[in-house]
């Protein structure tokens, strides 16, 4: 408990701060003291006629009177330098403000055209495309991505879609029966895995171009079948570095090098008329290729993968098209394992 000492000690009462003020006060302005110093003297002297001199008494009220209009005249300067620091305070204070709306606006813009340097920032652009895709089209090397990602992502969306109504998905993929395009693709890939930040995911082979490309067409049937997607696949015989995805408002060009960045093209503002020029490019590419393949299988395989069998595979491609020559040199083991449990290669 606190005497009263103590608690008179602990804080300062009102005379005292009246007193720090005013000597604060009068170390700022010294002048106060000498104006208040003499208007007393002049005061006393004149109550008191010990000055007689009205003149005398006239020149130390003159100098009294100009002692504090130097002191109104320093108080209304000071006065006028902390107007300036407030203007420009406040100018600054705008200036920062327009600064930051500038880039809160950049950062909340989304530019038509951009490139994707990181994984991150591709998987974004891939997940944002996605969100407002009825159709997707790809023409790359063996889908690998389309069946493990696409597909399904796709797939998905078109089941939460209350009106039932079947998505169409075009690809334009390697030919898995020109061994000799699968070959060169094969050692293209084989080069870039070599390299030393690279890790050797999948044995580049012909065999294994092959095998990937017929993975992508029976899981394209697949789902053709058990899900609402209208899947239609071309076959190329020549092999690009770059791959394209377009969706209803995006063309996601990538390439196969990974160290490349890829470039996001958006269907909004100045990029629209490019969109529309890759989207015609592709439809032009597309239909170039005459289809060698049947639309649709006729022949059923079971909705639940782990009962889709090797003969299955075998039934189905041969069943669209696929040359039994190239077939009877592949594991369908192989395909099956591609086509029914895909990995994303990328992310």
């Given at each position: 408990m606190m005497t009263s000492s103590e608690n008179s000690g602990s804080a300062p009462g009102p005379h005292l701060d009246r007193t720090a003020r005013l000597r604060r006060a009068l170390r700022r302005d010294p002048e106060q003291l000498v104006i208040l110093f003499v208007a007393a003297t002049?005061?006393?002297?004149?109550?008191?006629?010990?000055?007689?001199?009205i003149k005398t008494l006239l020149a130390a009220t003159l100098a009294t009177l100009a002692l504090l209009g130097f002191s109104l005249f320093k108080q209304a300067m000071r006065q006028e330098a902390n107007d300036q620091r407030v203007v420009e305070l406040t100018r600054s204070m705008t200036a920062v403000r327009r600064g930051i709306d500038e880039v809160e606006h950049a950062l909340t813009i989304t530019p038509s055209i951009g490139e994707l340097t990181s994984l991150a920032s591709r998987q974004n652009a891939f997940e944002a495309a996605m969100s407002t895709a009825d159709m997707w089209q790809f023409r790359g090397g063996t889908g690998s991505f389309t069946r493990a990602w696409t597909l399904p992502r796709l797939a998905a969306r078109a089941r939460q879609n209350s009106t039932g109504t079947h998505w169409r998905v075009q690809l334009l993929i390697l030919d898995p029966q020109d061994a000799t395009r699968c070959q060169e693709y094969a050692e293209y890939r084989t080069k870039l895995s070599r390299r030393p930040d690279k890790t050797m995911r999948n044995q580049w082979t012909a065999e294994y171009v092959q095998s990937s490309c017929l993975a992508t067409i029976f899981a394209a049937q697949w789902y053709e079948q058990h899900e609402f997607l209208l899947t239609e696949i071309r076959l190329r015989s020549e092999f690009?570095?770059?791959?394209?995805?377009?969706?209803p408002d995006s063309v996601i060009i990538t390439n196969e090098d990974s160290q490349f960045p890829a470039l996001h093209i958006r269907r909004s503002g100045d990029a629209s008329a490019l969109y529309h020029a890759y989207r015609a490019d592709f439809d032009l590419s597309f239909t170039s290729h005459k289809p060698t393949l049947k639309t649709k299988s006729d022949v059923r395989v079971p909705a639940e993968r782990s009962r889709v069998s090797e003969e299955d595979v075998y039934e189905v491609l041969r069943d669209l098209g696929i040359a039994a020559q190239t077939l009877d040199g592949l594991s369908m083991a192989s395909i099956r394992e591609l086509a029914t449990n895909p990995q994303n290669p990328y992310f």
């Open positions: 002049v005061a006393i002297l004149g109550a008191t006629d010990t000055v007689n001199d690009s570095t770059l791959r394209h995805d377009i969706s």
